[in-house]
């Protein structure tokens, strides 16, 4: 158990409508990663925030927003849904100053666009 | 935004045999992090092997070492002694200071042959 909690672990839904992903980071982690993995394909890099402050963004759809919480959870908020949406979004957390340690992932919510 | 590259979609090794995944990264920051994860089919990701930019002796975690080329701007991953439990997809990774901006490579899939 990596410590990070997503919910829900898989969601289902139909295009056009609008979902919101929840992740608690381990207890102490002040940055919130998510990515999201589509079939057989890499990790790609939504967006970071660090204390409540966004602090970097990769290749995230104007249709996707986040927002990291003062009790530092974090929530993706997906509209407008389109069948290309399908995929496992993972949120992940970090500890400031312990690089070595990488990431801590959540086992992921799969999302499913019919 | 950096770039990581993993050029073998998949490898094939003989249990108990030693197999070397590639990855090469584009950055040009000084100071950054590569990681190595592991992807088994459950789907949860796994934390392998860290090096930092600045460390001059390659990473060493157990059968996995972090085969660093700083010139070259490579960082392959070595697993010695195949095990049938390490068929899985591997993913390189790295980050700008402090895990900031983790990009991940597209993956390679390997697997071991009893």
């Known amino acids: 158990d990596s410590g990070v909690t997503q919910t829900p672990k898989h969601l289902i839904t139909a295009t056009g409508q609008r979902v919101t992903l929840r992740c608690s980071p381990r207890?102490?982690?002040?940055?919130v990663y998510w990515y999201q993995q589509s079939l057989d394909q890499g990790l790609q890099f939504l967006i970071q925030y660090y204390n409540g402050e966004e602090r970097a963004k990769g290749n995230i759809l104007e249709r996707f927003s986040a927002q990291q919480f003062p009790d530092l959870h974090s929530e993706l908020n997906l509209s407008s849904l389109e069948l290309g949406d399908s995929a496992l979004y993972f949120c992940?957390?970090?500890?400031?100053?312990?690089?070595?340690?990488?990431?801590?992932f959540g086992s992921g919510t799969q999302l499913s666009v019919l | 935004a950096q770039k990581i590259t993993q050029t073998q979609p998949g490898m094939f090794v003989q249990e108990k045999e030693a197999v070397t995944l590639d990855c090469t990264y584009d950055?040009?920051?000084?100071?950054?992090?590569l990681f190595w994860y592991k992807q088994p089919s459950s789907g949860e990701m796994i934390f392998l092997i860290y090096?930092?930019?600045?460390?001059?002796q390659n990473a060493t975690e157990g059968r996995y070492s972090l085969n660093f080329q700083k010139a070259r701007k490579s960082a392959n991953l070595v697993i010695s002694a195949s095990q049938l439990g390490d068929s899985a997809m591997y993913f390189c990774?790295?980050?700008?200071?402090?895990?900031?901006?983790?990009?991940f490579g597209a993956g390679t899939r390997l697997t071991v042959k009893p």
């Open positions: 990774a790295m980050s700008l200071h402090n895990n900031n901006d983790m990009r």
């Open positions: 090096q930092g930019s600045y460390d001059e």
């Open positions: 950055t040009s920051d000084q100071s950054y992090g």
């Open positions: 992940a957390s970090s500890v400031w100053g312990a690089p070595n340690e990488g990431l801590f």
């Open positions: 207890s102490g982690d002040l940055s």
